[in-house]
């Protein structure tokens, strides 16, 4: 069976459900070498393996764990403003 072809006016080119490496970096506005390194680090989850040549990441997971680093880092953020504010005990 044929592959099907996504065509660039395809409503599926702009929002395609699986991502390749270069579609993962813009979606994290890094380049494909920091995917990798993020990869192999730990910091960022592999990628599914369809046959040896094609790896592809769910844009689902991929945009909830942007949303889930951004969460922390608000988090952090409040959490570090709180030290900040200054102590109500007189």
């Known amino acids: 069976m044929k592959p099907v ?3 660039q006016d ?3 080119a702009a929002d395609p ?3 390749d490496i270069r ?3 813009d979606l994290l506005t890094v380049s494909v070498r920091t995917v990798e390194r ?3 680090s730990g910091e960022f989850f592999p990628a599914v393996t369809l046959n040896r040549r094609n790896k592809r990441w769910s844009r689902v997971a ?3 764990w ?3 680093r951004h969460a922390a880092a608000v988090d952090g953020n409040r959490r570090s403003e709180l030290h ?3 102590s109500s005990e007189t």
């Open 5 to 7: 072809a996504v065509y």
């Open 23 to 25: 579609g993962v970096a």
């Open 38 to 40: 993020m990869v192999s």
């Open 17 to 19: 459900l699986m991502l």
């Open 10 to 12: 395809s409503p599926f």
């Open 84 to 86: 900040l504010l200054p």
């Open 62 to 64: 991929v945009e909830q």
């Open 66 to 68: 942007i949303a889930a």
